[in-house]
């Protein structure tokens, strides 16, 4: 199944204010094709949450709040969709499954969205709670690729990050451009911030890979 890969230009006005203020426009999609996007979204905006909260990273923040508005509007769809195709009792008996589903993928974007509402309160306020997080035995790292790094121009397919490190790349900031959940065909370029999720000594292994401390263990 393909991987949710979302390419976003942050601006001064946040994507997710700009999508809440257009108001919601009506496109035909399937009913399969709304829960597959739910439900790549609401396995990545916990992690982009976590992440946000964890280096007190604004921009992550404007992130999760984009693809919270985005679930709303899905979930929008996909009642329209509900509403439309319900004919008889037998036929809305059928769809309240999916329904659920799908009022269960928002709920969970919405505590996403909970999360990073919490760096509202100031970084010094919550510095204590992003230290408690980084003793949990998967932590969030943030790792740059450097000017001459063995890293730069591969794909993360051909590389094995995560098979050989046990360490998943959740995004990439690339410039003003965010690429959420990167599949294996992504290439990766000097200067790019990789946002990861880990072990403390899976991610050690690939940052001495990316400075050019080691050779890689593939």
């Known amino acids: 199944m393909r991987k949710l890969r979302i390419l976003g230009r942050l ?12 108001g919601v426009e009506y496109k035909a999609l399937s009913i399969k094709d709304i829960l597959t996007e739910m439900k790549n979204i609401s396995e990545l905006i ?10 007190q990273d604004e ?20 009642r329209l969709i509900a509403m439309m195709a319900a004919r008889t009792k037998e036929d809305a008996e059928k769809l309240t499954g999916i329904l659920q589903v799908a009022e269960a993928a928002e709920t969970l974007s919405n505590a996403a969205g909970d999360i990073v509402k919490i760096l509202s309160l100031g ?19 943030r790792l740059k690729i450097p000017e001459g ?8 397919g051909d590389l094995r990050i995560e098979s050989e490190t ?5 995004a990439i900031r690339r410039k003003d ?14 200067g790019d911030i990789l946002i990861l999720r880990g072990d403390e000594e899976g991610y050690k292994n690939l940052r001495k890979f990316v400075k050019g401390e080691r050779e890689w263990l593939g």
């Open 11 to 22: 601006q001064k006005t946040p994507r997710w204010r700009q999508v809440e203020f257009e």
């Open 149 to 156: 790094s063995p890293a730069k121009d591969r794909c993360i």
């Open 177 to 190: 451009f965010w690429i959420y959940d990167p599949d294996g065909d992504t290439v990766l370029k000097e």
């Open 123 to 141: 970084k010094d306020k919550i510095r204590f709670l992003s230290k408690m997080l980084r003793e949990a035995e998967e932590k969030i790292f």
């Open 46 to 55: 916990v992690d982009l949450a976590y992440s946000a909260l964890i280096l």
């Open 59 to 78: 921009d992550i923040a404007e992130e999760v709040k984009y693809l919270e508005t985005r679930m709303d509007h899905l979930n929008y769809e996909i």
């Open 166 to 170: 046990g360490v998943r790349i959740i």
